[in-house]
């Protein structure tokens, strides 16, 4: 077995163990408490994922620009449209009448031979026409704007993506801190122990006289020293809590019961490796992807401006009121439209998405760059914390044999009941620092997965 799988082992078998002593009890008892809630870490990372409200907005987004393509598609198809016209007149001459010869004259005849009254039609009158079009020519344009939309669209699921990644990575955070806080607060309730025995020791030295005051001075110094160290912790410990209740989207005052079991189960892979694979699946990195996509449909689109307009109809029309039109006429043909001259606005229009372009492209260069240094430091974070880890247990141990002889000491009343207190007290930080340790580990690992483009904890 590899020194990295025993690492690993170690570490899952020393989380358990010391960590379970950090959940002894339960969580600290309060009257404005809620209800006590156990957790896994994985578990965690499923409710963060689903009640989230970032990642709720975030999801929408994705709905709405899905409703935006799907409008945009709508344009390669026809359109159906009526308009329709009711007028009154208040007033209008029954006839007009034309007189006799009043047109000309043609083959010795007046044009029109005799006077004629030509009725005006009704005061109110009413017109409809119902037209169905088809662009045609607008179609490259239609093609470039859903090319755009459907970039729009794959960059907001991406974001949905690098969101449930980041979430991940924050409740491994507060997971692990949670876990720490608890064993420093129960380092810090030993402190003040020690601190108390002391104290209790050097004010019977001073009143046997065989002590100055002042040790009895820094005695209680050093037990307002604990009491200070045990407020913090209790302090770091509920604003931990708090933030992980938040962002899990449970009530603030719920009390958490975390597993202290936690995956371990990592796959070593090459350093290029890791950043080729980041390069690949970073949602980051296929967001700004999908940029350079809009990008190009945008220039696409620009350049559509120069082809004129043609569009395809057929219209039926009806009115009534007007003797002298005809009631129901139809008609089919084609529609052009064509801006000849715009004083340059169409080729700025075009340098404009084509800048816009460059800097998707530049963007996206300089992502993967910063891509690769983040993957730098996390693979280095990874060997780092592999080799604390390593010397916090060998820390421990001798903390543990020296909290042993003092126990043996004092029985044998060698040693004080202080020094016996002290050696438990280090014996205490021992151990939670092994634990920070650990879970720093776990942590570098989980920050390596998220800048691969993976989530932490699934």
Do not use: C
């Not at 000309?104 to 005061?123: C, D, E, F, M, Y």
């Not at 990644?165 to 806080?181: D, E, P, R, T």
């Not at 350093?271 to 190009?296: G, H, S």
């Not at 634990?435 to 690992?445: I, N």
């Amino acid at each position: 077995m590899s020194d990295a799988k025993l690492l690993r082992l170690a570490a899952v078998t020393g989380l358990t163990a010391i960590a379970a002593a950090a959940q002894t009890g339960g969580p600290i008892p309060n009257p404005r408490s809620g209800a006590v809630r156990h957790l896994t870490l994985t578990e965690a990372v499923h409710l963060a994922l689903s009640q989230n409200r970032s990642l709720k907005i975030a999801r929408l987004k994705v709905a709405e620009n899905e409703q935006k393509k799907a409008g945009e598609r709508s344009q390669y198809f026809p359109t159906l449209t009526n308009h329709s016209n009711l007028v009154h007149f208040a007033e209008l001459p029954d006839l007009v009448s034309i007189p006799g010869g009043a047109l000309g004259s043609a083959g010795g005849g007046l044009i029109p031979p005799r006077n004629i009254n030509v009725a005006q039609g009704r005061t109110t009158q009413y017109s409809t026409g119902t037209m169905l079009a088809q662009p045609l020519t607008q179609l490259i344009r239609v093609h470039a704007a859903n090319q755009a939309a459907a970039a729009e669209l794959s960059g907001s699921r991406d974001d949905v993506k690098k969101a449930e990644n980041g979430i991940a990575l924050q409740v491994h955070s507060l997971y692990f801190g949670i876990m720490i806080a608890r064993l420093q607060k129960q380092a810090a309730e030993q402190q003040a122990v020690y601190a108390g025995e002391r104290l209790r020791e050097s004010e019977d030295d001073v009143r046997n006289g065989s002590a100055l005051k002042v040790a009895a001075i820094e005695g209680r110094a050093g037990v307002l020293e604990g009491e200070q160290l045990l407020l913090t912790a209790e302090l770091q410990l509920s604003d931990l809590t708090t933030e992980l209740n938040d962002l899990l989207g449970l009530p603030l005052n719920t009390q958490l019961e975390l597993d202290p079991a936690v995956p371990a189960n990592f796959e070593e892979h090459p350093k290029d490796e890791y950043v080729q694979t980041a390069w690949a699946e970073n949602p980051e990195i296929l967001a700004a992807e999908e940029t350079v996509r809009k990008a190009k449909a945008g220039v696409a689109a620009a350049k559509t401006a120069y082809i004129p307009d043609v569009t395809a109809y057929a219209r039926q029309s009806y009115q009534d009121g007007v003797p002298l039109l005809i009631r129901n006429d139809g008609e089919f043909g084609l529609h052009l439209e064509w801006t000849v001259f715009d004083f340059g606005k169409r080729r700025a229009a075009v340098k404009e998405r084509q800048d816009q372009l460059a800097q998707a492209e530049q963007n996206l260069e300089r992502l993967k760059e910063d891509l690769a240094v983040q993957i730098e430091r996390s693979y280095n974070k990874v060997e780092r914390t592999r080799h604390m880890v390593q010397v916090a247990q060998q820390v421990v141990q001798l903390r543990k044999e020296s909290q042993r002889l003092a126990g043996n000491q004092l029985i044998q009343g060698v040693v004080l009941a202080a020094d016996e207190k002290q050696a438990n007290a280090a014996s205490y930080k021992a151990e939670a620092d092994y634990l920070q340790a650990d879970l720093g580990y776990l942590l570098a690992w989980a920050e390596l997965e998220e800048a691969v483009g993976r989530t932490p904890g699934l």
